[in-house]
């Protein structure tokens, strides 16, 4: 009779490039928790939540805008999924996920990622980041009632 031991290492026997890949995607998240997104962070402006919505950015020609659309959300639902994954398996799963929802397209993302930095802690994290970093606080909306 196999043991749950014998399961997990047959599993991870046949999907070795499977977790190769979530690893290496772990990894990546990681690195860019620590030296990428904070640098992001601090160096956004303050009012960056309450300004209205930016204009799209102007391309060349619409057929690498359009491209680069694409490839920005092939790379985040790839990051989804892996995240999604990491949740289970070893890995940095909320980061990835969040880094995902970053660069996917979607209805509702700006609103989300207001609602997301008016949490208490986070909001904490950010105003202290900014802080070591020199910047001021990020302005954001009222509490909606």
Do not use: C, Y
Not at 95 to 111: H, Q, V
């Amino acid at each position: 009779m196999d043991t749950w031991l014998d399961t997990i290492r047959a599993f991870a026997e046949q999907h070795r490039q499977l977790l190769v890949a979530l690893g290496l995607a772990s990894l990546a998240t990681a690195i860019a928790g620590v030296l990428w997104v904070p640098r992001w962070l601090a160096g956004l402006p303050a009012d960056h939540f309450v300004r209205p919505r930016p204009a799209l950015r102007s391309r060349p020609h619409p057929v690498l805008s359009a491209l680069a659309v694409a490839a920005r959300n092939t790379v985040g639902l790839a990051l989804l999924l892996a995240g999604i994954a990491m949740l289970v398996l070893p890995g940095q799963g909320l980061l990835t996920i969040l880094l995902a929802l970053g660069l996917l397209d979607f209805p509702g993302k700006r609103r989300l990622r207001v609602r997301f930095v008016m949490v208490s802690p986070i909001r904490r994290a950010l105003d202290a980041l900014r802080r070591r970093a020199g910047r001021a606080p990020f302005r954001l909306p009222p509490p909606r009632r």
